[in-house]
């Protein structure tokens, strides 16, 4: 893959991200209505991350996510029916119902998975890297992560054995600003987390994560240099939560000039500037079109579904219960 | 048949699954080149080189996610935490992931794993060497929990934890790897889940697991020294527990001993005893009696160490006071 996106590829970029910024505003205005459940972690303004970077990656290759995924489910190709009515707890979801926003998962695209502890997948990826190790296959892990996760225990102790073993990963850092309400500086002993990458023997570098482009480069070299059995890199993609930490957030705790510059920046806004003059306004139109009648559909469909019913808590506790039904991905 | 000791027949059973299916990898701390702390990988690094059984750094949590995130991609890992002291280390793996993700993710993923570990007392290993830890992961869905007390268990228990689909926490005991007793040679499983009756008794029921198991024995000796018949029990799974065996005996002898090494508070006798109460109160003719460690940190001292876990002598006077 080349590390500069086609106009193709940007164009679907742009599509995905705007479906991303409509799905967090609906979930935002559902929530407002009381129509959610529990809290939802909006990824406005850091959808240039999530997008760019699965757009960088195979469809064979994983992604391991956060609680704050919906740019990463969407990037990495889980159908949109099914991802809207998991958030929203339906049936019809990609699990069923039973994970909810945070721990969105599906095989079938390689998103293994969602997870509502900070920093949780980071070693659960290194053991995926393994098995591609293994096995000899050239294939890649892409370890989504927080600047918050950047700071627990089990990511270093990830990203130390990717290091030791040269596994490939690409661990992802979306530097958001904030773990929660803390913003980074009071979190973190440094303020350019791509440093650390020196004391995991890997290449680290910055790079700005509102900038599509930029985010696909990055990834598409770490992966490249993964596929080679070369190792792990750590890419810290530098973005702003424009939202709160959920919709929970009762707020009171941001600079609003800082906010507001990173409005000025918001990433969707900075591609389709860049995509005007190659594609035009009515085809930007057009593809803005798509992607809310598509989500309208998704989230239309979402909301008649039935949630599971309750009888459904009585599925057997173990696969050795359950026969053949679970598959295991990659196997 | 042949004798082996405990330790050698778990190897035994890493072995003959290595060689048998090459998704099985072996990795932990000093596991590969030292051969284990306790012996049990000796030698696997020479036959099966060094992809498949590695020596990690002293790093619980990338243990435990390393066989979670392999087990997710069709491997079968064999990890190992050297201490189930250090289990804490790795219980978010465990807790919120590995437990987790299968069900939750509505059965799309399978993670067939084993996270072996042993704990107990036995070795002057002091307090956060010596624990009993069982109980912490019996508590939580998902996670099947294995004790095998005798070498032909270990093998066998060891083997179908290997096959199975689900994590699987194996739980050895550090005073049992040195304990000998008959093997089958070649392919020998001992289904996850079902008890044995290690000693038929009409009196009172022994349950207990791992090397308590061995104490009840002795107890029932003692017992039978004064014509009480006592059963023994050996749960060999703690989970799912296999309630049809414990209840079916209770039933019979109307009297029962459970016996854990765990600490005797929220501890995993608290759980026997409640199924006991739920299942086969009518049939009780005593309260059933509950046996743990000590509510304190386990000591270094000897005299310490020894009057804070059970033994054949308190098993034996619990039997006898419920037999009033």
């Known amino acids: 893959m080349l590390n500069r996106p086609g106009l193709g590829e940007l164009r679907e970029m742009y599509r995905r991200m705007v479906l991303v910024r409509r799905l967090e505003e609906e979930l935002g205005r559902l929530h407002r209505e009381g129509r959610t459940r529990g809290p939802i972690h909006r990824c406005d303004g850091q959808e240039a991350v999530g997008i760019g970077a699965t757009a960088a990656l195979e469809r064979e290759d994983l992604v391991t996510s956060t609680h704050r995924g919906h740019a990463h489910h969407v990037g990495k190709g889980v159908p949109l029916g099914p991802l809207v009515a998991e958030i929203l707890g339906r049936a019809t979801g990609s699990c069923g119902g039973r994970a909810g926003h945070m721990l969105v998962a599906d095989p079938e695209v390689g998103l293994l998975g969602g997870c509502g502890i900070v920093g949780g997948m980071l070693p659960v990826a290194v053991g995926q890297a393994l098995a591609f190790q293994v096995r000899g296959e050239p294939r890649v892990v892409c370890a989504f992560l927080g600047d918050g996760a950047a700071q627990i225990g089990a990511a270093h102790e990830a990203m130390n054995l990717a290091g030791l073993w040269r596994l490939p990963v690409v661990f992802l850092i979306e530097a958001n600003g904030f773990g929660l309400t803390v913003p980074t500086a009071a979190q973190s002993a440094v303020n350019e987390l791509a440093i650390r990458a020196a004391g995991y023997a890997m290449p680290g570098r910055t790079v700005d994560g509102n900038d599509v482009r930029a985010v696909f480069a990055a990834v598409a070299e770490a992966a490249a240099r993964a596929r080679r059995a070369e190792g792990p890199s750590l890419i810290e993609a530098r973005t702003f939560r424009l939202e709160g930490f959920s919709t929970s957030d009762l707020g009171g705790y941001r600079d609003p000039a800082e906010l507001a510059a990173w409005r000025a920046r918001d990433p969707i806004a900075r591609l389709r500037g860049e995509l005007l003059p190659e594609l035009g306004e009515s085809a930007l139109l057009a593809l803005e079109g798509e992607a809310e009648r598509e989500l309208a559909r998704a989230l239309e469909a979402a909301l008649a579904a039935p949630p599971p019913p309750a009888e459904t808590l009585a599925a057997p506790e173990y696969a050795s219960e359950a026969g053949a039904r679970g598959e295991t991905a990659g196997a | ?324």
């Open chain 2, 1 to 324: 048949m042949r004798e082996l000791r405990y330790a050698e027949a778990l190897r035994e059973a890493l072995q003959e699954e290595m060689r048998r299916d090459p998704a099985v990898l072996v990795f932990g701390e000093d596991v590969a080149a030292y051969g284990g702390v306790f012996k049990v990988t000796r030698d696997l690094l020479a036959e099966f080189g060094p992809a498949r059984v590695r020596d990690t750094p002293i790093a619980e949590q990338a243990i435990c996610g390393l066989a979670i995130g392999a087990a997710m991609m069709g491997l079968r890992p064999v990890a190992e935490i050297m201490y189930v002291d250090f289990l804490p280390l790795c219980l978010d793996q465990l807790v919120n992931q590995a437990s987790v993700l299968p069900w939750i993710w509505n059965g799309r993923v399978r993670l067939p794993f084993v996270l072996r570990t042993q704990g107990g007392v036995g070795a002057g290993a002091a307090a956060q060497h010596s624990k009993s830890l069982e109980a912490w992961v019996a508590h939580v869905p998902g996670l099947k929990v294995v004790m095998p007390a005798t070498p032909a268990d270990a093998k066998g228990l060891l083997t179908a934890a290997i096959r199975d689909p689900d994590p699987v926490v194996f739980i050895e005991h550090k005073a049992l790897y040195n304990t000998r007793g008959p093997v089958p040679e070649g392919e020998h499983l001992v289904p996850i889940g079902p008890a044995a009756v290690r000693r038929p008794g009409r009196d009172v029921t022994l349950v207990a697991s791992s090397r308590m198991v061995l104490e009840a024995l002795r107890a029932a000796e003692l017992l039978a020294a004064e014509g009480i018949e006592a059963e023994v029990i050996d749960l060999r799974t703690l989970r799912p527990l296999d309630v049809g065996t414990l209840v079916a005996s209770v039933r019979r002898t109307h009297r029962a001993v459970v016996v854990n090494e765990g600490w005797r508070f929220a501890g995993f006798g608290a759980e026997l005893a409640a199924t006991i109460a739920e299942e086969a109160f009518a049939w009780l003719d005593a309260p059933v009696q509950r046996l743990g460690a000590a509510d304190r940190p386990i000591p270094y001292a000897e005299p310490m160490e020894r009057a804070s876990i059970p033994d054949a002598a308190r098993i034996a006077a619990a039997a006898r006071s419920c037999l009033g």
